[in-house]
């Protein structure tokens, strides 16, 4: 019979300090936080050179991270996990990470070994136990998680008419059909927020585009999004690949739809003529995302890839296609050095219509 693990004391006991020194990151210590550089295995790969900045800050007092670098956050038995190569949100993976992490750390649980068992014990005595039994911690965990679940606020005072916007080519009437706008303060403070939305058109999430090129580091990515959020004994996460951006928008069965990887195309495309556009908010398909492409598509639709023209954007195009084209008829139209938001009205024509 599996041990039974007491995840609130070994949280407790499972010092976020010590996890650092353990996976060798150093971290510069700023009264109850920590920075440094994000060891997870699934951080991205710098290659062009540059040097890494700290993009992993640690709550050493909630013992919790976040990474602004690959989005990842969450307590410190989660980060075990990751960097052991497990699954957090799979609960059998999440057992095994606790128990390496206990081993690691020398951790001794005074959990009973078998809650059950505990309480078939209490529940045969013919008299109540002299002393009350203190309430079992048995909190459960992971936390209980709400995926992009619908907000219930909206970011005030975006100011459309940022140059941004206009110096990238997009007029009034985009910058409105998308809800968009600069801000200027709090968490997306010099960037472009954009309101993102589940298939039935509810807000669950502002992405950021930082607005100034330069400033982009690890800590400051381009495009940053909602991370996970505790409260109230419940954990709320964002996920984007659960999400296809603007699939509300479009009218569903679709003849025809256009998968792009970036916000920006898809805002390029409507501007021009084509609303039928959706964006993958990254340079890879999830299975969900798959999913609801075909949901979208008509049974005799056509799915128009229309990646960046780079090796990622070659990658994704390769798995939209592999995923997609048993059930539809799929088109890639692959561009070359370029991406869709550098063409003109002419060239896209040319693109979408000829094939
Ligand atoms: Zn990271």
Not at 141 to 146: D, K, S
Not at 315 to 323: E, G, H, M, S, V
Request: aromatic share 8%; hydrophobic share 35%.
């Amino acid at each position: 019979m599996a041990t039974w693990i007491d995840f609130r004391e070994l949280r407790q006991k499972l010092h976020f300090a010590d996890v650092l020194r353990h996976y060798n990151v150093q971290a510069k210590v700023k009264g109850d936080r920590a920075y440094g550089l994000c060891p997870l295995p699934r951080h991205p790969k710098r290659s062009d050179g540059r040097k890494r900045t700290p993009s992993l800050s640690v709550n050493l007092s909630r013992n919790i991270y976040n990474c602004f670098g690959c989005q990842n956050g969450g307590n410190a038995i989660e980060f075990v996990a990751k960097m052991e190569g497990l699954d957090p949100q799979n609960a059998e993976q999440f057992r095994e990470a606790a128990l390496k992490a206990a081993k690691i750390f020398g951790i001794e649980l005074s959990g009973r070994k078998d809650n059950r068992k505990q309480k078939e014990t209490i529940a045969q005595q013919t008299e109540p136990p002299a002393k009350k039994e203190p309430e079992a911690a048995a909190t459960p965990a992971p936390l209980p998680v709400t995926v992009n679940a619908p907000l219930d606020f909206q970011l005030k005072h975006l100011d459309p008419t940022h140059p941004y916007l206009a110096s990238r080519g997009f007029t009034p009437e985009t910058i409105e059909h998308f809800g968009l706008g600069y801000c200027s303060k709090g968490m997306m403070q010099d960037r472009i927020a954009i309101p993102v939305h589940n298939s039935a058109g509810q807000l669950v999430g502002y992405a950021g585009r930082l607005v100034d090129d330069r400033k982009v580091s690890d800590e400051r990515p381009k495009y940053l999004f909602p991370g996970p959020r505790e409260r109230d004994g419940k954990r709320w996460e964002f996920h984007k690949s659960e999400l296809l951006y603007n699939l509300h928008r479009i009218e569903k069965p679709a003849q025809d739809l256009i998968i792009v990887e970036g916000f920006a195309s898809v805002w390029w495309l409507h501007q021009h003529g084509w609303s039928n556009a959706v964006a993958l908010m990254g340079n890879s398909i999830s299975a969900a995302q798959a999913d609801s492409v075909l949901k979208a598509l008509h049974a005799d639709g056509r799915l128009w890839i229309f990646t960046d023209g780079d090796e990622a954007g070659e990658r994704c195009a390769a798995d939209i296609f592999q995923k997609v084209s048993p059930q539809r008829f799929v088109r890639w139209i692959q561009m070359i050095d370029c991406q869709p938001t550098d063409l003109t009205k002419t060239e896209l024509a040319k693109h979408l219509l000829s094939q």
